[in-house]
């Protein structure tokens, strides 16, 4: 069993920089892989961020050069560095986490969750 709990959101205007902060704990010495999805309402859940243990990591092309994810293994925690921030950015933001890359970067299979955080960002 692995927790996951996020931090950070916020509302913010457009052009401004939230910090997002995902803590895991329980049984996550098999987790290589963690990463940030976000849901708006009405739409499906998309990938944002994937990054490996070893600091490999995958951006959705709507965030590259703005975001910024990273990983500290020793605290098994993640964070999403979100800059230059739009109003298309609005949703919920989850973190993800599981033992491979490919399960986080999937659309579909089983991962762990959080609960999730809500980032606004107002025009």
């Known amino acids: 069993q692995v927790q996951l709990v996020e931090s950070g959101g916020g509302l913010v205007q457009a052009g401004g920089s939230l910090r997002l902060s995902c803590a895991a704990s329980?049984?996550?010495?098999?987790?290589?892989?963690m990463g940030w999805y976000r849901q708006a309402p009405g739409k499906q859940r998309e990938l944002v961020a994937a990054?490996?243990?070893?600091?490999?990591?995958n951006y959705a092309d709507s965030v590259k050069g703005r975001f910024t994810i990273s990983r500290d293994n020793v605290k098994n925690t993640v964070h999403l560095q979100m800059d230059s921030l739009k109003p298309e950015d609005t949703a919920v933001y989850y973190c993800a986490a599981y033992w491979s890359l490919s399960r986080i970067l999937a659309t579909t299979g089983y991962r762990y969750w959080g609960q999730g955080t809500q980032v606004t960002v107002s025009s």
């Open positions: 329980g049984s996550i010495f098999s987790i290589n892989a």
């Open positions: 990054i490996t243990s070893g600091g490999s990591t």
